[in-house]
């Protein structure tokens, strides 16, 4: 027989929601689509959703796009769940998003690689210990000829053939204090983000 206390209503989890300027920024895309095919604004709404909540999509954040899209939340899942550029788990202050492409591959990304998982102390696919740096292996990012390519949300840092460029891109990143903003950001950041 359930206790008297088991039966208490628990306090419910606080409802997820888009900033003013992330909400201004979605209603802005939805003008972009036909009504019946609002559904086509899933992929930057997923970004908006990334950039406001930590940098990660959880199940509660996709489930949060799908209602804004009135869609089903198993469509958001299985287009997050596809393209690399979507975090599902939580990451560090930065993504570095290592090609290890054929191109890149053979122009040093192996090197390149145990460079960065040496000096971050993460393996790929991991976030370092203090939280600075999370490695992930992306397929090519369409700048072959600059191989090898380290992408960081919308920056390149290309040619990174020598562990001095790897050190000078790391240390640029770790002296960041915030990271870069987006152009939908500027009239006013949520606190999850400006704390990152
Ligand atoms: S293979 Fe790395 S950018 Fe194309």
């Known amino acids: 027989m359930l206790k008297l206390i088991d039966m ?7 409802k997820l929601q888009f900033s003013p300027a992330g909400q201004a920024e979605i209603k802005r895309l939805f003008t972009h689509y036909p009504e019946d095919r609002s559904k086509s604004a899933m992929l930057p709404i997923l970004h908006i959703a990334q950039a406001e909540f930590g940098g990660w999509v959880s199940p509660e954040v996709q489930d949060l796009v799908a209602e804004t899209l009135n869609i089903k939340p198993i469509e958001v899942y299985e287009v997050a769940s ?3 550029m979507y975090n599902l788990k939580p990451v ?13 591959m053979l122009r040093g990304s192996d090197e390149l690689t145990e460079h960065l998982e040496r000096i971050t102390g993460a393996k790929m696919g991991e976030t370092s210990p203090d939280g600075v740096f999370t490695l992930k292996e992306v397929e090519c990012l369409a700048a072959c000829g ?7 949300r919308e920056k390149y840092y290309e040619q990174l053939h020598t562990p001095e460029a790897v050190d000078a891109m790391l240390n640029e ?3 960041l204090v915030h990271r870069p903003i987006l152009s939908w950001e500027e009239n006013g950041l949520p606190n999850s983000v400006q704390d990152n």
């Open 173 to 175: 990143l770790r002296n």
């Open 82 to 84: 596809f393209y690399t």
């Open 146 to 152: 600059f191989a090898p390519i380290v992408q960081v």
């Open 8 to 14: 208490e209503p628990t306090t419910s989890p606080k």
């Open 92 to 104: 560090g202050k930065h993504v570095l998003e290592v090609c290890r492409t054929g191109p890149c």
